[in-house]
């Protein structure tokens, strides 16, 4: 699809990124590290890294990506329902990996709910592997950064 444009996401697309996040049915949304201000934070420390699929005004998929200068991981990997197996998801996918790959980030982790069937469909299809060999561990260092999950998918316009 030529008329989306995929760019580097900033701030000033917070809303719309947002509103995005909560009419995807399945997506799992964290009180405190999907704030405003945590956002705000996360792309100031990787300012060119994380990107939007723009169709016109209306923000239409998204991926928080960061680094650690070893390994990037991937977040909230998204396409609006409507907007999907038109090839945008993989577009902003080569676009974060050029990027990466220009600062030398050689590895990209991400996680999938295994719920998720047509995520993990998606990665497997474009050539992503999926670890049997390790565990993922996590400990939570703030119980009040909950995690809700989006119960229905949503088509309200922009």
């Known amino acids: ?3 989306i444009e995929i760019r580097p996401m900033v701030i ?4 719309k990124v947002h509103k995005l996040w909560i009419g995807i049915r399945g997506f799992g949304i964290r ?6 201000e945590d956002i705000e934070r996360f792309l100031e420390r990787n300012p060119t890294t994380s990107v939007v699929a723009c169709f016109g005004d209306k923000i239409v998929g998204s991926i928080l990506c960061g680094h650690d200068g070893r390994q990037a ?9 409507s907007y999907r197996r038109q090839g945008i998801a993989t577009r902003m996918v080569i676009y974060c990996m050029n990027v990466l790959g220009e600062l030398k980030i050689n590895k990209i982790a991400l996680i999938a709910f295994t719920k998720n069937d047509a995520g993990n469909a998606f ?3 474009i050539g992503w592997t999926c670890r049997s060999d390790c565990n993922y561990y996590e400990f939570v260092l703030n119980e009040a950064n909950i995690t809700r999950f989006i119960e229905s998918e949503s088509e309200t316009e922009d």
Request: proline content about 0%.
């Open 1 to 3: 699809m030529d008329s």
């Open 12 to 15: 000033e697309d917070y809303d």
């Open 31 to 36: 009180s405190i590290d999907d704030s405003r």
């Open 73 to 81: 991981c991937f977040y909230h990997v998204c396409v609006k329902k």
């Open 123 to 125: 990665w497997k299809q």
